[in-house]
Every structure is written in C-alpha cells, then in structure tokens.
C-alpha cells in the first residue's frame, strides 16, 4: 500500500506543481484546460506507478471532479488547504483500495524507487507547493505593505528557507533551524524595525513557512519509515 501511495503522492506533486502552468491553474473553468490537466494527472500516475491499473483513471477522474469545483471558488488559503486535502484524501482511498498498483508495475522490482518517491515528492510539497499557500495566505495583507525588493526575491528567500528545513528535518539537525531563524530576524531586522506592518507580514509569513516545511518534512519521515531504506546517511556525526 504505501508504495502505491508514495508513487502517487509523487505523480500528483509533479502534476499540481511543476507540470500545472499558471495559465492552465487560472483558467481551469474551461473544460479544455480542465482536461489537459487531467491529461497531466493520468500521465503521471502511469509513469510513476509504472501500471495500466483500472484505478488510476478513477483516481484522474475525482481531481478532475476537486478542481472543477475548486475552480468556483475564491482563490484563498483556504480553498487551496481543502483542494490539496481532498487530493490527498483520494490518494490514500486508492492507495488502501487498490494497493497492489505498484505490485503489479513495470517498477516493482526497484525497491528503492518508491522511498526516492516520497522524498521527491516531499520536497516538492515543502518548496513548491509552500509557496502557493504562504502566497495566498499573505494574499490579504499584500496590497497593504510597500514592499521594494528585489522582484520575486520574496519567493525564492521561502523556497530556499523551506527546502533548508526540509534538509535539517530529514537529516537529523532539526536543531539547526533555530540558526536559520536566528540568521533571516538578524538580516531582516533593519528592514522592518520601523515599520510595524511590514514587521508583522514578516513574522507570520515566516512563521507560516517554517510551519508548512516542518509539517511536510515530518510528514515524510513518516511515510519513509514504511518504505524500504534509502540507505543515506545521516548528516550528523
């Protein structure tokens, strides 16, 4: 089962996050768009999975059903937690219904291939997908702050900070993150000291981002301890 959920897991990152254009995510009220994501969900699953399972159309078919009705929605923080728990949901049901799609796959044989799996897959999760949400968390508060950086600087500073703590977690230095914490307040202190609003975007756009990698990165421990090692050591001595 679980190998069948980490190749899963692994093809919805790919599909959601890094094989979704912004134009197809804007624009899936179109059922052509609609469809071609589809495309993209049942592609993936076939190649990660490495089956012709009956179940993975089902499986294509209820995320198309998650994002047509997410995209009637308003695009809040909100809206993107409940489509990415539904999505997660529907792959735990298939995973415990029809365990036996990655048994029955061309990658059967490789048993290192699922842990990789759901180590790609939670790093995409912790830097991708984290800045979807913490963007649309901060959305409201946007408008408000003056913000003169370097453009898109914002976004690569949270991916870098979420992929670091994914590290750390998965690495055992767990207790390196209160450096990062100690470093990004340092760097950012003579920014926002004088100005309290920009000062509390700050605070809780960090926050929010060390809490969705360390959620995802534990998360991922935890699939890992059900699938065959890795055999990577660990970063301490």
Same mark, same amino acid.
């Given at each position: 089962?679980?190998?069948?959920?980490?190749? +899963?897991?692994?093809?919805?990152?790919?599909?959601?996050?890094? &094989?979704?254009?912004?134009?197809?995510?804007?624009?899936?009220?179109?059922?052509? !768009?609609?469809?071609?994501? *589809?495309?993209? $969900?049942?592609?993936?699953?076939?190649?990660?999975?490495?089956?012709?399972?009956?179940?993975?159309? #089902?499986?294509?078919?209820?995320?198309?059903?998650?994002?047509?009705? /997410?995209?009637?929605?308003?695009?809040?923080?909100?809206?993107?937690?409940?489509?990415?728990?539904?999505?997660?949901?529907?792959?735990?049901?298939?995973?415990?219904?029809? @365990?036996?799609?990655?048994?029955?796959?061309?990658?059967?044989? !490789?048993?290192? +291939?699922?842990?990789?799996?759901?180590?790609?897959?939670?790093?995409?999760?912790?830097?991708?997908? *984290?800045?979807?949400?913490?963007?649309?968390l901060m959305q409201p508060w946007a408008d408000q702050i003056a913000?003169? *950086?370097?453009? =898109?600087?914002?976004?690569?500073? *949270?991916?870098?900070?979420?992929?670091?703590?994914?590290? !750390?977690? &998965?690495?055992?230095?767990?207790?390196?993150? =209160?450096?990062?914490?100690?470093?990004?307040?340092? +760097?950012?202190?003579?920014? $926002?000291?004088?100005?309290? /609003?920009?000062?509390?975007?700050?605070?809780?756009?960090? &926050?929010?981002?060390?809490?969705?990698? &360390? #959620?995802?990165?534990?998360?991922?421990?935890?699939?890992?301890?059900? +699938?065959? @090692?890795?055999?990577?050591?660990?970063?301490? @001595?």
């Amino acid at each position: 089962m679980f190998e069948t959920l980490a190749a +899963l897991l692994f093809a919805h990152a790919l599909a959601d996050f890094l &094989l979704q254009p912004a134009a197809m995510a804007a624009a899936k009220r179109r059922p052509v !768009m609609l469809a071609a994501h *589809g495309g993209v $969900v049942l592609a993936t699953a076939l190649l990660a999975s490495g089956s012709l399972h009956p179940a993975l159309l #089902v499986l294509t078919v209820l995320h198309m059903a998650t994002d047509y009705a /997410k995209a009637r929605l308003p695009a809040r923080f909100a809206t993107f937690l409940a489509d990415q728990a539904l999505h997660l949901a529907t792959l735990a049901a298939i995973a415990a219904t029809a @365990p036996a799609i990655w048994a029955g796959g061309l990658w059967s044989g !490789m048993t290192a +291939l699922p842990p990789l799996y759901a180590l790609l897959a939670g790093a995409i999760i912790a830097i991708r997908a *984290g800045g979807f949400a913490i963007g649309q968390l901060m959305q409201p508060w946007a408008d408000q702050i003056a913000l003169d *950086g370097l453009p =898109g600087g914002g976004r690569a500073i *949270g991916h870098l900070e979420r992929g670091l703590i994914f590290l !750390m977690v &998965l690495g055992g230095m767990a207790e390196g993150i =209160g450096f990062l914490i100690a470093a990004k307040s340092v +760097l950012r202190f003579g920014t $926002v000291r004088e100005e309290a /609003k920009l000062s509390e975007y700050v605070i809780i756009g960090t &926050l929010a981002s060390f809490a969705w990698a &360390l #959620v995802t990165a534990f998360a991922t421990l935890a699939l890992l301890a059900h +699938l065959a @090692p890795l055999g990577i050591p660990d970063f301490t @001595p």
